[in-house]
């Protein structure tokens, strides 16, 4: 069964620190998809990035940075430069492509607040 | 925007009465997926659709039903509500059922309070 850890509850940091929210997935599959979500404040669900279990290639976006290591089962989110806009709950999720339905396993989120 | 709707936005209700939820997929997208946000389990996925048919089933209880209907709008249904339903609800759309991955578009959600 596909499972997702993100020990992290809640991080506060100030404005202009790095950040590091982490992932820790569990699956037998050997295809599956990684993914972020950002929820700010409103509630809704944004959509940050993709991840194929066939591309542990690193990637920047911007503030955004995301470390994926297959070696480790991790998949950690890293903003540079932190800003108060960042503040949110950050939910990383998986996918495995096995599955009929292509349904996301949800982590628990980690609740970012990032002070001025 | 993501284009897919859901309403209404918010409800508010009595313990033992029924509600429906709506959602519209983006247009195009042929698969509907519900998800449930509460602060006991968290996001979890409840059930998904694809074309009318029910595709996949999660932690879905059996006081809750789903349909797609031809429009493929999908209506999810909350019977006998307890103060445990209270949650943010999401509805998502893919184009397709499964298999080779599609990308989920999420609704903004409705969220229900069961007082």
């Known amino acids: 069964a596909q499972k997702v850890t993100q020990a992290q509850t809640e991080i506060s940091v100030v404005e202009k620190e790095d950040v590091t929210l982490d992932c820790v997935y569990e699956t037998r599959d050997t295809t599956y998809y990684l993914f972020w979500y950002k929820q700010p404040p409103s509630g809704e669900l944004v959509f940050l990035i993709r991840r194929n279990s066939f591309d542990e290639q690193n990637e920047i976006s911007g503030r955004y940075s995301w470390n994926f290591q297959k070696s480790t089962s991790s998949f950690n989110f890293t903003i540079t430069a932190s800003q108060v806009v960042d503040s949110a709950v950050y939910f990383c999720?998986?996918?495995?492509?096995?599955?009929?339905?292509?349904?996301?396993?949800f982590g628990g989120g980690t609740r970012l607040m990032v002070k001025p | 925007d993501s284009g897919v709707t859901q309403t209404p936005k918010h409800l508010i209700t009595a313990t033992g009465q029924r509600v429906t939820l709506r959602c519209s997929p983006r247009s195009g997208d042929l698969s509907v997926y519900w998800y449930q946000q509460s602060l006991d389990q968290g996001l979890q996925f409840l059930i998904q659709y694809y074309n009318g048919e029910e595709r996949a089933k999660g932690n879905i209880l059996e006081r809750f039903s789903a349909q797609q209907f031809p429009d493929l709008h999908s209506e999810l249904n909350l019977s006998s509500l307890e103060l445990g339903d209270s949650a943010l609800y999401f509805c998502?759309?893919?184009?397709?059922?499964?298999?080779?991955?599609?990308?989920?578009?999420f609704g903004p959600g409705t969220r229900l309070t069961v007082l």
């Open positions: 999720a998986l996918s495995e492509a096995d599955n009929a339905g292509n349904m996301l396993t």
């Open positions: 998502a759309s893919s184009a397709q059922p499964g298999g080779t991955y599609n990308e989920q578009f």
